[in-house]
């Protein structure tokens, strides 16, 4: 999440849910929490029930909206618009918490005169470069990985002018000068980063929000209102959204625009403030933290890239930060590598490093999917995963399959994914794929650790035995494991010696694990935790490390991944387990990353000084006496660096922060306004609209984002802008009754919610002569769905400005072919297209068109690449050209 | 007063938690995949095999009207347990008892099928249960008899919420009240649950919201209802009876409606008698 990342240092949600009871005010946007989140939501009704003011701003009128204080509707994909706005409306009228901007964010800083903002070159940032020529695009393509198709960036950004104008200043130790931001702190500078966001974005006014967003014009004064008035030294606002934010080509940037608002008014790091980024599923968190991501190895480390960084460790630790805390980069990555490799491991091969692999190009699951389609991709594996339902373009991803030469499917339920070759218009007799189902343990039948929204790990145990050939997934993992390290035993191909030198030691002392091959599921979670390497001793009798602070970059420690150190920190202390809980941070219940604290950046809970902004909202402050910071909460803070302690210039790690400095993650220990070159769409955000879209951007004369990417091709073609064919808004979510295969085969749920519906409102239900509960059909260029109708007053027609009327459609993402509740799915209506920082779809705002009755049947694709299984799909022509627009 | 829920409408996200927990302890069966089409309710109402019902209410204001005028009413409908109970004054067999924790309890293996219970009820809560669905929910037959000892009928048995008087036995909290996230279904002492739910009327009524009591101080014929309810739009808006009867209340001049019949009959026969022997 580098909206949260590049904003304050970590992409993790920044408080944890049960301190929502302590908000004065919460925005929820892009989340339908009490429907996603009904567990959650409790502490959102606690905070309801003192009093706290509860804003919901959705497309949909939802069971959040029913309990909120104020509900507002707006178009799906203008939330920039609408944040701007605010952001706009906060600067104009002197609203944001000066003291806190003055001193924590980088608000002061200087930006270089060479930057040129959207509004100095029509909506697009300096440093642009249209690729769009052949010639480059070959270029570009050189730098992917032999067969992939190339994305078809519209273009890149040169991001050397986003960067602030530096000064010398002599070095905390005398020796020399060093180079760091030139600041005003008067902020009258008309470079102050201030004052250059406060230009930026002028031109989102309520106008602007009533002509794009379709929301009245005098909301945005009224939130703002809201906002201000809860957000100050005795006050707090938290936001929280969820996917309904980062499913966008403009996902990241969607982030940044709530985080900078909550810089403004000064909510970060505050008891009742923070953001709140909601995660989806059970695990998810754990599943970036340890991750599945190609791009990223465990802790946020990056993964080795053939592009940015070179083959050595030297080269990859060049890369990292010198201040803040990733200065202890090389710390994390050594211990890292000890413990992958073990013995094998050394100072003098650069700890194994090259046993990692380098990526080359963008591996992520879009464009893998593209490849699986073009036949360049052998085998896959599919874990707790449904592409073929809940995948984007599914009809792509199932047609995928079929060009595999082998797949392995493990879960709980035959999901439609293991059932892609009996699917409707699928010949089995033409599909060659040698399929594996391995029936997989759920949550009660094995150990383990589920890592939730808060970051908080906790332990569970197995409460009783899977039934039949069902196995754990680890079980499975270490299998596969064991087996490899079989296969290429005694071989002396060097390329093997990642495999054969790969520690593997996750064997059980239980008899009765043994007895059935299950591996140790703690023993995995100590080797997470790190461990002091002893050299001619196994794992299981070296000592553990108490937390990441014992790690060391000279190959005497070893550890899994550095931010979960501190759960193990002995061989029977797992914290995951504690189960002390309380009214609020609950130290004792669980483990949260990193060392335990359940709140980011709680420095920033006291002033400059270390006093509290007020005792209402006292956290972490300073105790002068005892020469420590104290609080309810592990302080995220060097816990003896005093308030007044100057920076060090020329320093490393924290010492280049001055002790009023609280986010430490940062380079300069500051809260990023503007996040200079860290993201690739821009330092700012700016409104662009979806690849789909009713509407042209009344924002600036650019249409996309100039640097989203995409595939044009005949089975991936988008509806574009303003297409007749496709006048009506979609967009998709979940429901509380359903998340997926794991639901649709429990009959207590499927009869809750029976049936893929679609929700559309009674003025165009009226107009395409659609009757409540009767069959529609929703399509796309990329798909055609059928679906119940439910006309509902929820959903509200919206006009933008004085001029187009609007109507949205929305369609649940949670139905397949199996189970009690079954249905189309709507990912087969949805176009890969993604954002180019962390290649997340776009699949909450498009377009379609909608028509009562039925679909037709689907009929097998046959020739690869134009699998376009209704004939109704290809009458509509080439797709719509997106990228740069011709202006005018 | 015994135990019972207070169902504080205001706190509802309509989760249906409280439907799939019930289901789930009393072993209940799905009953069916119809989608209805009205709203987001799919169960549609109180049943044999249906004992929490969550109903959903919309109420959205027009495109042209702002959107803070729109409302979706969510409410967990359940057996009121009330202090006179129709089902219980209408069984024959003495199947419905009240229990030592004050609630409406059928007792399984005692129940016949006769189903004069399901027309008693003002709420229309009570229905019959099919054989073949009780089956699923054999687990709360007592006295180790197989349930189907006891259903060899084929009108099954009556259903209604037992207010898991299997888990008030062991102390635990009914499966739904534990399961609900919000404290929207909040189980105790029924005196205890009145006094909080009167402070929370007032401070919804001091918020300007029109929130009162529905089953509480009332003078109905059933009497205090031991599941009571928060409610901020009339009581048929929820389907709820606006002043519920019970069927025994028309007793008395169903009596004597057929006493002054049999009475004018007699006349009428002593007359014709008369004439005849005129």
Known sequence: MPGLGTSFGRGGATTFVQDLANSDCILIEGSNFAECHPVAFRFVMKAKERGATIIHVDPRYTRTSAVADLYVPLRSGTDIVFLGALINWVLSNQRYFKEYVEAFTNASYIVREDFKDTEDLEGLFSGFNDIKDTEEIE???????GHEELQTAPGTYDTTSWNFEMVEVPRFDGNGTVKVPKRDETLKDPRCVINVLHRHFARYTPQMVEDVCGMPGHYVEKIGTILAENSNRERTTAFAYAVGWTQHTMGVQYIRTASILQMLLGNMGRPGGGIMALRGHANIQGATDIPTLYDSLPGYLPMPSALRHGATLKDYLSVAKPTGWWANTNKYIISLLKAYYGDAATPENDFAYHYLPQIAGDYSTLPTQISMKDGNVKGYFCIGQNPASSGQNAELARAGFERLEWMVVIDSYETETAAFWRREGADPATIGTELFFLPAANILEKDGTMVNTNRLLQWHDRAISPPGDSRSDLYYIHQLGLRLKKLYAGST????????????????????????DEPSAISVLQEINGYVVTPGTPRSECPQVAGFADLKADGTTACGAWIYSGVAPSKTQNNARNRKGDDWTSLGWGFSWPANRRMLYNRASADPDGKPW???KRY????????KWVGPDVPDFPVTKSPHEPAKPGAGGLDAHSGSDPFIMQGDGRAALFVGNALKDGPFPTHYEPVESVVR?????????????????SDNQYNGTQSPDYPYVLTT?????HSGIMTRYVPWLAELQPALFAEIDPELAVEKGIKNGEWVTVSTKVGEIEARALVTGRMRPLRLGKGKRVHQIGIP????????????????LIPLAMDPNVSIHEAKT???????????????GGEVDVAVPSDERTSFGESVAHGIDSKG | MGNGFFTDTTLCIGCKACEVACKQWNQLPADGYEFSGDSYDNTMALGGTTWRHVAFIEQNAPPEAPPTESRWLMMSDVCKHCTHAGCMEACPTGAIIRNEFDDVFIQPDVCNGCGYCVVSCPFGVVDLIHPADYSVGRGFVSDGRSSDDALQKDGGIAGKCTLCYDRQKVGFTPACAKACPTESIQFGNVDELKARAEKRVEKLQSAGVSAYLYGVDSDWSTGDLNAFFLLTDAPEKYNLPERPVLPSTHQAAGYMSGALAAAALALAGFAILRSNFA
């Open chain 1, 846 to 860: 498009l377009t379609c068109r909608i028509r009562p009755g039925r679909r037709s049947a689907y009929v097998s």
């Open chain 1, 697 to 713: 951007n009344a924002v600036y004369p650019q249409q996309n984002s100039p640097t989203l990417r995409e595939w044009t091709r």
């Open chain 1, 139 to 145: 270029r570009e393509r050189g730098k992917l990985s």
């Open chain 1, 620 to 627: 972490i402050v300073w105790d002068e006496n005892a020469k």
């Open chain 1, 493 to 516: 191909d060097p390329k093997d010696r990642p495999i054969l030198d790969l520690t593997w030691d996750y064997e059980s002392d239980d008899p009765h694990e043994r007895a059935v």
């Open chain 1, 733 to 737: 979510y979940r429901l509380t009754e």
């Open chain 1, 813 to 828: 993402y949670n139905t397949g072919w199996l189970g009690h509740s079954q249905g189309d799915t709507a990912g087969q």
């Open chain 1, 614 to 616: 007020s005792e209402r």
